[in-house]
Nanobody, 124 residues
Framework: QVQLVESGGGLVQAGGSLRLSCAASGRTFSSSAMGWFRQAPGKEREFVAA????????NYGASVKGRFTISRDNAKNTVYLLMNSLKPEDTAVYYCAAHSGSYYSIREANYVSWGQGTQVTVSS
């Protein structure tokens, strides 16, 4: 099992940028696909981005495509989410998650380990 701890959230003005980090512990991180999800108040959790075990293939939710970039450093057991051109509607708690396998999916049910979340607030 992988333990995950997110960091890097905060308050930013619209148009700004943030980089979230997710530090993982556990032997399986480098062979696990990783994803980022978010949950805004009163809304269901939604898929944001995911990457395969080697970082060579990625996928993004429609609302963030072209603005967010997911990456990973297996030597550091860390996955990142670079968020550019932030909008107020990006305000949410962001969670990183470890997939049960090496190739990503957008379905929450396929992710077996979750971090505690980090708050991102974008002011207008």
């Amino acid at each position: 099992q992988v333990q995950l701890v997110e960091s890097g959230g905060g308050l930013v003005q619209a148009g700004g940028s943030l980089r979230l980090s997710c530090a993982a512990s556990g032997r399986t991180f480098s062979s696990s696909a990783m994803g980022w999800f978010r949950q805004a108040p009163g809304k269901e959790r939604e898929f944001v981005a995911a990457t395969n075990w080697d970082g060579r293939s990625t996928n993004y939710g429609a609302s963030v495509k072209g603005r967010f970039t997911i990456s990973r450093d297996n030597a550091k057991n860390t996955v990142y989410l670079l968020m550019n051109s932030l909008k107020p509607e990006d305000t949410a708690v962001y969670y990183c998650a470890a997939h049960s396998g090496s190739y990503y999916s957008i379905r929450e049910a396929n992710y077996v380990s979750w971090g505690q979340g980090t708050q991102v607030t974008v002011s207008s």
